[in-house]
Every structure is written in structure tokens, then in C-alpha cells.
């Protein structure tokens, strides 16, 4: 890869060379990110462009950020795993909510067709922090408010005191077939991807949990050693912290790991609403598909 800062005097260097060799054409990619920075109150949001030639196919767009980073050290983004498994480096590409350490330049970017005045293959990535969420700086969101949303639906298992007092020293033992129950489910990683993709959540983020927190509701409710499934489901049905979800399926056509937030929320609704809260008793029934 490399950056091409004279792209236009660059192409009409080897302009003649192109036009009779166009299976040796090179494919430039076109970065626009949008860049800001909290700290400089004088500072307002601005797009800085960069051209990239990838020599490397099978390249992803984090590694394309590390690069372009050598050229401008300011720039400022998330990551760490590298793996598609911590979830830091979400971010917003062309319109839609990516991991960038998964975003694959040779899957994601098709060369457009030539014009009789084309001298190469020409595309564009227009790269923007997770939308609605408060921008610390560049790439970098806040995301206090998402974890604290995250926090009160206590993300762990949670037992009767008189039965940790039985089972202190004894293993919990779980059924496979409900082991299985959490499949689909455990896997969020909390990169916040399906929830900033969300309109519901866009406007009521102060009183609407959004997809990924309740997605995480649901793997502690259908936890099989879990024993405060009565105490979840009865907070999830207070006020809009459930019930803002209008079934946009944003977060599942989103969701970088292919889960589908969307049907456990729909699944959390028939709950609160078809079993009897005094008499909870519900991995046994047929509400679950």
C-alpha cells in the first residue's frame, strides 16, 4: 500500500503507459474520514481525503488506518484484538456499521467500469465514527452512556442466597439443551454496531436500551443457572427500556458477528406479555423458538 498525495500530477506521468497496458492498472482507493477533535473548542468536524493503492489483496481497512496513522500520527481510532472478537474498532463505512479489523478491502470494493477519459479504477470510502454517538475525537466515541445501559441489567449470574449457601462447593452442572438456549446469543461482543444502526435508539438512547443491551438481557434471562429471570423480565417491562424496539431489523442486517438482536427482543416481548409473571415458568413452554 502506499499513499498518494500528487495523485493527479502522479497519473499524468504515466498516463501514456496506462493506455497500452490497462490490464496493468492499479486500483486507488479514494478515504475520506471524517475527523474532529473535542479538546480544540476552535476545532470543527472536517473531511480529510487520502488515496491508497492496495498491493496487498487481501488487506483490511484497519490495516489501511495503521498506515495512513505513519502519515498522520493524529489520527485516532480504537482497536486491539485485530480478530473481530473485542469489538473497539467499530466504525461507520459508506452508510453502514463495521468492525474494521473485518472489513476487507477485495470483498467490499468493486472497481467501477471505465470511461473513455478513466485513466485508473477509481473508488471511494467515505469512513465516519458510530453515528449518534457523542465524538471524543476522529474515529473515537463516547460510549459511558452505552455501558452504563449495559450495567443495569446486571450482566451476571445472579443465584438465591440459599442456594449459593447449598451449592458453594458443588459445580453447576448445565444440559446441553440448555446450554443451547444462549447459542445465537453469547457471542455479542458489545461493539455497539447493531444499537448506533438503530432509528429507535437514535431518539430515545436516554429511555430505549437498544439492541445490543437487551440481546445481552436475553442470554442472562435464558441462562439456565441464572435465578432472577422474574426480577429481569420485570425490569425490562417498565417504561421504553423494551418496548421502543419497532422491529426496523437494522441490528440484525448490521450485527458484524451475524446474530439477530431483533428476534430476542421479539422474544423478551411475548414474554412480558403471554406468561403469567407470578407463576414464571417458561424454558419448559413453546414460547421459545
Known amino acids: 500500500?502506499?499513499?498518494?498525495?500528487?495523485?493527479?500530477?502522479?497519473?499524468?506521468?504515466?498516463?501514456?503507459?496506462?493506455?497500452?497496458?490497462?490490464?496493468?492498472?492499479?486500483?486507488?482507493?479514494?478515504?475520506?474520514?471524517?475527523?474532529?477533535?473535542?479538546?480544540?473548542?476552535?476545532?470543527?468536524?472536517?473531511?480529510?481525503?487520502?488515496?491508497?493503492?492496495?498491493?496487498?489483496?487481501n488487506a483490511m481497512l484497519l490495516d489501511v488506518l495503521f498506515y495512513l496513522q505513519q502519515y498522520t500520527p493524529s489520527l485516532s481510532f480504537r482497536r486491539s484484538c485485530r480478530e473481530g472478537i473485542c469489538g473497539s474498532c467499530g466504525m461507520n463505512v459508506n452508510g453502514t456499521n463495521v468492525l474494521a479489523c473485518l472489513f476487507s478491502l477485495k470483498k467490499n470494493i468493486?472497481?467501477?467500469?471505465?470511461?473513455?477519459?478513466?485513466?485508473?479504477?477509481?473508488?471511494?470510502?467515505?469512513?465516519n465514527p458510530l453515528p449518534h454517538m457523542p465524538v471524543v475525537k476522529d474515529l473515537v466515541v463516547s460510549l459511558d452512556h452505552f455501558y452504563k445501559q449495559?450495567?443495569?441489567?446486571?450482566?451476571?449470574?445472579k443465584k438465591a442466597e440459599s442456594d449459593i449457601n447449598q451449592t458453594s462447593n458443588q459445580l453447576n452442572m448445565t444440559k446441553?439443551?440448555?446450554?443451547?438456549?444462549?447459542?445465537?446469543?453469547?457471542?455479542?461482543?458489545?461493539?455497539?454496531?447493531?444499537?448506533?444502526?438503530?432509528?429507535?435508539?437514535?431518539?430515545?438512547?436516554?429511555?430505549?436500551?437498544?439492541?445490543?443491551?437487551?440481546?445481552?438481557?436475553?442470554?442472562?434471562?435464558?441462562?439456565?443457572?441464572?435465578?432472577?429471570?422474574l426480577e429481569r423480565l420485570r425490569y425490562l417491562d417498565d417504561g421504553d427500556k423494551l418496548h421502543k424496539c419497532h422491529n426496523i431489523m437494522n441490528c440484525s442486517l448490521t450485527?458484524?458477528?451475524?446474530?439477530?438482536?431483533?428476534?430476542?427482543?421479539?422474544?423478551?416481548?411475548?414474554?412480558?406479555?403471554?406468561?403469567?409473571i407470578k407463576t414464571l415458568n417458561f424454558r419448559n413452554s413453546n414460547l421459545i423458538n
Open 1 to 57: 500500500m502506499k499513499v498518494k498525495y500528487n495523485f493527479k500530477n502522479e497519473i499524468k506521468n504515466y498516463t501514456k503507459f496506462w493506455r497500452n497496458t490497462p490490464e496493468l492498472l492499479p486500483t486507488y482507493t479514494s478515504i475520506s474520514i471524517n475527523r474532529f477533535n473535542i479538546k480544540n473548542f476552535k476545532s470543527k468536524t472536517y473531511i480529510e481525503k487520502y488515496f491508497v493503492t492496495s498491493e496487498q489483496s
Open 110 to 127: 468493486v472497481p467501477n467500469k471505465f470511461l473513455k477519459k478513466d485513466v485508473v479504477k477509481y473508488n471511494h470510502l467515505m469512513i
Open 150 to 157: 449495559y450495567n443495569s441489567i446486571s450482566p451476571f449470574r
Open 176 to 229: 446441553k439443551k440448555d446450554r443451547a438456549l444462549i447459542d445465537g446469543v453469547y457471542e455479542c461482543i458489545l461493539c455497539a454496531c447493531c444499537s448506533t444502526s438503530c432509528p429507535s435508539y437514535w431518539w430515545n438512547s436516554q429511555s430505549y436500551l437498544g439492541p445490543a443491551v437487551l440481546l445481552q438481557a436475553f442470554r442472562w434471562i435464558m441462562d439456565p443457572n441464572d435465578h432472577y429471570t
Open 255 to 276: 450485527c458484524p458477528k451475524g446474530l439477530k438482536p431483533a428476534e430476542s427482543i421479539s422474544q423478551i416481548k411475548n414474554m412480558t406479555k403471554t406468561v403469567n
